[in-house]
């Protein structure tokens, strides 16, 4: 490494810096190559209602393993993938994957429950996206209405108008459209009135340090907003029961969480799904 300064913490700096950038530049190389290597995966959330605890929907997780790096979180390789141009291919692999999975569960005879998949802004603003999604349900004869997208407020920023053609011919076909990570990103009040969306899911920063560190009134008060204006909502990131009660207290309609169950596998959501189906 050339820069041998005399200063021992510029060249250790320096030195860290071009590791990472070594290490960004692996991922980079490494990711291209996911989906033909079969390296991708998806896991499965259950969402259950608050009230009876039934598993009402899923929400579709990806997963991304290598045999030379390990397990690699989605936090650090969408943004990567959405950097490098892969988001809709990868996108387009796990709505396909997530569908075909639903057919499979409603051909065993579960119960037929939607599954979400998570839309990053740079597919949706693809004006492929709604052939996309129609030709996946086609392929896969699965009914739209057993599918749901969530988008975060990230991909509202275009024109309203464009916006809502989207999402109607989405609705159009019977999907359900959720607002995800509610309050984290470029909030607006206004896209909330003039939208047509349906579900709202409030992020687990409003709920994970309840009730010591917080004592709740975000979620409350989203709650509340969400009531007024008509939408659903799914509660993320619910991990104890005190949680799960403040939310049925203040009429939260779903939840998702740990407390209830962490991402598994379809198999494991196959067991949970007949269990349902018989119990
Ligand atoms: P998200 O869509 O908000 O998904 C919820 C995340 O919260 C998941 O993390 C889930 O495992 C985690 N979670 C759920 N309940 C709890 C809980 O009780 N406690 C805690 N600590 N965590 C909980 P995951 O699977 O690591 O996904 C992270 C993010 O990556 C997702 O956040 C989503 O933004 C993105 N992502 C995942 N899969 C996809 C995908 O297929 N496409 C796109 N574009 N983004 C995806
Ligand atoms: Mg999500
Ligand atoms: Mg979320
Ligand atoms: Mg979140």
């Known amino acids: 490494w050339a820069a041998k300064s005399n200063n021992g913490n510029y060249a250790f ?3 860290s810096i071009r590791e990472q ?8 190389t490494l990711l291209r190559t ?11 959330q259950p969402q259950h209602d608050t009230k009876t605890g039934k598993i009402i929907g899923l929400e ?3 997963r991304w393993n290598n045999d030379e790096i390990g397990q690699v979180s989605p936090f650090v390789f969408i943004p990567i993938a959405e950097r490098l141009g892969l988001i809709d291919q990868i996108g387009r692999w796990v709505m396909l994957e997530a569908c075909k999975q639903n057919k499979k569960w409603q051909k065993l005879g579960l119960p037929k429950i939607p599954v979400s998949v998570n839309l990053s802004p740079i597919q949706f603003k693809n004006r492929r ?5 129609k030709s996946i349900l086609q392929e896969c004869g699965l009914e739209g209405k057993y599918l749901g997208v969530e988008i975060t407020e990230n991909a509202l920023v275009e024109d309203i108008k464009d916006i809502n053609k989207k999402l109607s011919s989405l609705k159009d076909m019977g999907i359900k459209i959720s607002i995800d990570d509610f309050g984290t990103g470029y909030s607006s009040l206004r896209y909330l009135r003039d939208l047509n969306l349906d579900v709202i899911k409030i992020d687990r920063e409003f709920i994970k340090d309840y009730p010591e560190k917080d004592d709740g009134s975000i979620t409350k008060i989203i709650l509340n907003l969400a009531r007024e204006l008509g939408y659903k909502t799914v509660s993320e990131g619910v991990e104890t029961q005190e949680q799960l009660d403040f939310v049925n207290l203040n009429g939260g309609d779903v939840i998702q969480g740990y407390f209830f169950s962490p991402p598994v596998s379809p198999e494991r959501i196959e067991e949970i799904l007949t269990k349902q189906n018989e119990g």
């Open 13 to 15: 700096y320096d030195e």
């Open 21 to 28: 950038l070594q290490n960004d530049v692996k991922i980079e």
């Open 34 to 44: 996911a989906i033909d290597n079969m390296e991708l995966s998806l896991l499965y």
């Open 60 to 62: 579709a997780l990806v």
């Open 129 to 133: 996206l709604v052939d996309d999604i």
